[in-house]
Structure formats: structure tokens, C-alpha cells
């Protein structure tokens, strides 16, 4: 009898705790990820660090499907691979880091949050309805974004900040079209064998951008603390972490799952206030918070939304 009772615990720990824990991961570590860009790039070009660190976790993911032997990809699948590495990692992953180098990274945080908003945009202009809940959602999130732009209304005056304010929604909205893109042809291929290979792709793009630009600097002049980012990116940002936000996907509801692009951004600007000294007042503390909750109820709706249309069907 005790020995049936422990193996139901253990079976129920199993089936909830370390879906949990993973969930947990993704939320502290990809919250962590912001800091250690915002680290790297204060002592090289973004989009070098952005290139070694897609090279490096590329290849290891390369390296692991084919231990595994499983199939390359075919024909028109390399298309779609292809417009992936560049939406997802040389446009939103490369630009989202360039954009730290002039902004905070817990606002770089903020901002990367608001990429379900690009895709009720997109996807309203493209004919389709919009609940109500999800227009509500808008709205509050808006306005969320406004009060913590009302701190840094003076800001707006450095064309560096400009400059990187307009880097971190580009790459919001270049992941939500790879988002969208991706929901539309990942059934026709490996998606986790594609992602090693769109940042291995993206990587050599970006390697051949800086060459040709002339923007990047010798490895051996590259300081430690850059490469200790670079790793800390690589392996906690590009490996463990999706390997548990993968475990997390596939054992926990969605509405669950969901849970960690909410709190990494709380990570990141308490981190950064923290480390760098960034600003952490009312304002970023309130609007943060109102963002993140009409973000919530955007994807709330579109969650609901799609679980009746599935049903109708």
C-alpha cells in the first residue's frame, strides 16, 4: 500500500512539479538573458555578440540532431527556414540586442513583452475580429506604455536612446511576423532541428554584415566579461532554457506555460536596478505592471477565442 501511495506521488511530482520547476527556469532565466546582453554589449558590437552567440548555440544544437541522425530538411522547407533566421534572429534577436546598448534592459524587457500586441495588430489587419476583451487588453497596455514613457519624455531628446527605442520595436515586430510565420509552416519540418539551424544561418549573416560594414572588432580584443556573456547567453539563454521552455510547453496548459513572458520582465528590471543601477521608480513600476496585465488579457482572449472556434469546429 505504501509503496502504491509513493509511487503516486511521485508520478503526480513528475507530472506537475517538473513542469513547474521548468516554468520557474524559463521565467528567472530568459529574465536574465537582458542583463547579460546589456553586459556584453557595453564592450563590443551588438551584432558581433549577437553572431557569436547564435554561432556558437547553432552549432550545438546541429551537433546534437545529428548525433541523433534525424533527416536535414528539404526543398522548400530550407525557404521557410530561411525567412525564419532572418525574421527571428537577424532582425528581433539581433536587433533586440543592439537596442540594450542605448536603453535600459529592463526597458529593453518591457518592450520585448509587448509582441502579442504586433500580433493582434497584424493579424486585425488582415480582416480578421477583435474581441472585445482583446480590445480592452490594447488599450490598457497602451496605456501601461505610456506611463512609463512619461519618466523618459526627456530621454527622447538623445537620439541614442531614440535610436535604440526604435531598434527594440523593430525587433518586436519583425518576431511577431516570425511568430505568425511559424505558426502557419511549422508542420513542415523539425522546429527544434530549425532553430539551431536558423541561428547558425542568421549567425553567418550577421558575421558577413559586420565584415562588410566593417563594424566588428579582433576576438583577441574582445574582454572577458564580453565572453563571459557570450557563454552565459549561449547556455542559459539558448540551450538549458529552451529545453525547458519545451518541457514546460508540452506538460503545462497553455494559459500556464504563458506565465513566464509576464515575469521576465519583472527579472530584467529588477535585476538591472540592481546591477547597473538602472531606474527603477513609480512610474516604470506601475506602468510595467498595467502593460503586463493588459498583455494578459489580450492573450487571455485570443486564447479563448481560439479554444471556441475549435470547439465549433
Not at 493579424?123 to 512619461?150: H, K, M, N, P, Q
Not at 519618466?151 to 511577431?176: C, E, K, N, V, Y
Not at 563571459?228 to 510547453?249: C, D, K
Not at 529588477?270 to 493588459?294: H, K, R, Y
Request: net charge positive.
Amino acid at each position: 500500500m505504501k509503496t502504491k501511495i509513493k509511487n503516486a506521488v511521485s508520478s503526480k511530482v513528475n507530472a506537475i512539479g517538473l513542469p513547474i520547476l521548468a516554468l520557474c527556469w524559463v521565467s528567472f532565466f530568459w529574465g536574465t538573458t537582458w542583463i547579460a546582453s546589456k553586459e556584453g554589449v557595453k564592450h563590443m558590437p551588438a551584432l558581433q555578440l549577437a553572431a557569436i552567440r547564435q554561432f556558437i548555440g547553432g552549432l550545438l544544437y546541429i551537433s546534437f540532431f545529428l548525433f541523433k541522425k534525424t533527416p536535414w530538411p528539404k526543398g522548400k522547407q530550407w525557404k521557410t527556414i530561411i525567412i525564419l533566421s532572418i525574421l527571428n534572429f537577424v532582425l528581433s534577436n539581433g536587433l533586440s540586442t543592439w537596442g540594450v546598448k542605448y536603453i535600459s534592459s529592463g526597458l529593453g524587457a518591457i518592450i520585448g513583452a509587448l509582441v502579442p500586441l504586433w500580433i493582434v495588430i497584424i493579424t486585425f489587419f488582415r480582416g480578421e475580429r477583435l474581441a472585445r476583451l482583446t480590445v480592452i487588453g490594447l488599450i490598457i497596455s497602451f496605456g501601461g506604455v505610456c506611463v512609463i514613457f512619461y519618466d523618459h519624455l526627456s530621454d527622447f531628446m538623445i537620439p541614442d536612446f531614440r535610436f535604440g527605442i526604435i531598434l527594440s520595436l523593430i525587433a518586436t515586430l519583425t518576431w511577431a511576423f516570425g511568430s505568425l510565420y511559424t505558426k502557419k509552416k511549422a508542420a513542415s519540418f523539425n522546429p527544434y532541428f530549425s532553430l539551431g539551424l536558423q541561428m547558425f544561418i542568421s549567425s553567418i549573416l550577421l558575421f558577413a554584415y559586420n565584415g562588410a560594414t566593417g563594424t566588428s572588432v579582433s576576438l583577441n580584443t574582445i574582454p572577458a566579461i564580453s565572453w563571459w556573456s557570450i557563454a552565459y547567453l549561449v547556455v542559459f539563454g539558448s540551450v538549458l532554457t529552451f529545453i525547458a521552455f519545451i518541457y514546460a510547453l508540452q506538460n503545462l496548459p497553455a494559459e500556464i506555460s504563458s506565465i513566464y513572458s509576464y515575469i521576465n520582465p519583472i527579472i530584467a528590471v529588477i535585476l538591472g536596478a540592481m546591477i547597473f543601477g538602472e531606474t527603477l521608480n513609480v512610474a516604470i513600476a506601475i506602468g510595467g505592471g498595467v502593460t503586463l496585465f493588459g498583455l494578459y488579457m489580450v492573450n487571455y482572449s485570443l486564447r479563448k477565442t481560439r479554444k471556441n472556434s475549435s470547439e465549433i469546429l
